[in-house]
């Protein structure tokens, strides 16, 4: 039997290239501010047409600010590229969630919260983390400009078929693990470049007991490893999830696109190009100490020494070790930090804003700390305010701004000064990722909000 990736890539392939990649059609392609003009311009200079605009949904997020946005972008890189996005969908007659709307948030946040992802579908956005949605059964995943335009033009594109992976996480979670820190275990034991050329597919009864938020933190992390994209079979938490959305089936729709989704698995017989499995009782929260997030460790765990790095590895290790101003061996439980930020396509979802406030309820933030908390969209803005979790967030000292991308990759005024310590839920801690100079530490909601409070990495099981 096929796996669940091959069920769904099958059902797209338009035509077979001999000896060469597969013309695959797009049931959704999301599209930001970021990658898109040079592809808009494309078919401007080529004479033709959006061929099926309904098909693309628009939204500004990665250089929007998280303050005043009912104000002109101070920027002027970023206004000039939230204004062209604007005057691009406008012009193509595609649909925008544009800033100041209800709708408006990182891409990859409102495409699920609105019904717009769906499983069995075929996804695609100018942006790596598209993977996300592959939480939804769903194969998702990160395009070029120059394929934007591909999309935009055709509503296909071409691409070789990759292999399968199954990575299965089966036992018991200890307490305090969240999403987060499977991901983050999950790429530390595969490496960045452990998985590059597959899919991977998801699976486990840890996996199958994750909420759909906790899948698409899981999923939205599969890039890191170096995968194509990551997927979870949908299941009746998918369903649930979907149910009564803007933008899900309706009537007699919806019950047979439940009958369709039922069938959208990999059977016992399924054969994969290869099969992990990890046990869930060795994962504990986790950070990271270098600059990928392959580089990470167990909050109580101790940087590898030098001679636990191969050789290859060596050189670039201590250049990551240099540039954080760690040393190989050493502990970072205890090392203060100067920053916190809670957001990003990865945690910035109404799950990750209740495990921050219910950890910090009545308890103060540390007076050395500045917080950026940061919701995913406009719709978990709302659903802070109407579960007074914004009330609990301020008596502890924090605000909350407004939604975009913000810290994760400071495109916007949001960025962490050089040389500063910064807690983030974000995706990713290369060089200067946070900001020019600015030291980035990877990890879950739950150690996030333990070291806003106490001004240090702390392991929150201690608290």
């Known amino acids: 039997m096929n796996t669940l990736f091959d069920k769904i890539w099958d059902t797209h392939v338009i035509n077979c290239i001999e000896d060469g990649p597969s013309q695959i059609y797009i049931d959704r392609h999301y599209c930001h501010e970021v990658t898109s003009p040079q592809a808009f311009n494309g078919l401007r200079e080529r004479g033709i ?23 002109p972008i101070k920027d002027p890189i970023s206004r000039v590229q939230v204004e062209t996005l604007t005057q691009n969908a406008k012009e193509f007659n595609i649909t925008l969630y544009g800033l100041g709307h209800k709708k408006n948030g990182i891409i990859h946040v409102i495409g699920p919260e609105n019904g717009l992802t769906l499983p069995g579908y075929t996804i695609v956005c100018g942006d790596s983390h598209t993977s996300t949605h592959g939480a939804f059964g769903a194969v998702a995943f990160g395009i070029g400009t120059s394929e934007v335009e591909m999309v935009l033009a055709s509503q296909c594109i071409l691409q070789a078929k990759p292999k399968t992976m199954r990575i299965s996480i089966e036992g018991q979670l200890k307490p305090n693990v969240t999403a987060k820190d499977i991901a983050l275990y999950i790429i530390a034991k595969m490496t960045t470049g452990g998985a590059t050329g597959y899919f991977v597919e998801y699976s486990g009864n ?47 729709k919806w019950d047979n696109a439940i009958s369709y989704w039922k069938t959208l698995n990999s059977g016992e017989d399924a054969v994969f190009d290869k099969e992990i499995v990890f046990d869930a009782s060795d994962i504990s929260p986790r950070i990271t100490y270098g600059t990928n997030p392959g580089m990470g460790i167990g909050i109580e765990e101790s940087i590898p ?9 060596k050189v670039s290790f201590k250049k990551s070790l240099e540039y954080m101003g760690f040393l190989p061996g050493e502990k970072l439980i205890g090392k203060k930090i100067d920053y916190v930020f809670l957001g990003s396509c990865t945690n910035g979802r109404i799950e990750d804003f209740r495990i921050f406030a219910n950890f910090v309820k009545g308890k103060k933030k540390a007076s050395n700390v500045i917080a950026w908390l940061v919701p995913g969209s406009w719709a978990v803005n709302d659903q802070i305010m109407k579960e007074g979790l914004d009330k609990i967030l301020n008596e502890a000292g924090f605000e909350i701004r407004q939604p975009g991308c913000s810290a994760c990759l400071a495109m916007n005024e949001d960025k962490i000064p050089a040389g500063k310590y910064s807690i983030s839920t974000s995706n990713r801690n290369f060089e200067g990722r946070q900001g020019p100079g600015a030291r980035t530490i990877l990890c879950g909601p739950l150690v996030a909000a333990a070291a806003a409070i106490t001004g240090k990495i702390t392991n929150p099981s201690s608290l």
Do not use: W
């Not at 061929?51 to 104000?71: A, G, V, Y």
């Not at 020494?305 to 590895?313: E, L, P, Q, S, V």
């Open 305 to 313: 020494c030098i001679d636990d790095i191969d050789d290859a590895g």
């Open 49 to 71: 047409k959006v061929f099926r605009p309904e098909k693309t949904i628009c939204s500004p997020d990665h250089n929007i600010p998280t303050l005043n946005q009912d104000k």
């Open 206 to 252: 840890v996996i199958k007991n994750l909420s759909m938020e906790e899948r698409m933190t899981v999923c939205n992390l599969s890039i890191e490893m170096g995968a194509r994209g990551g997927m979870i079979a949908p299941d009746d938490i998918t369903f649930e999830y979907l149910k009564d959305k803007e933008f899900s089936p309706k009537g007699d």
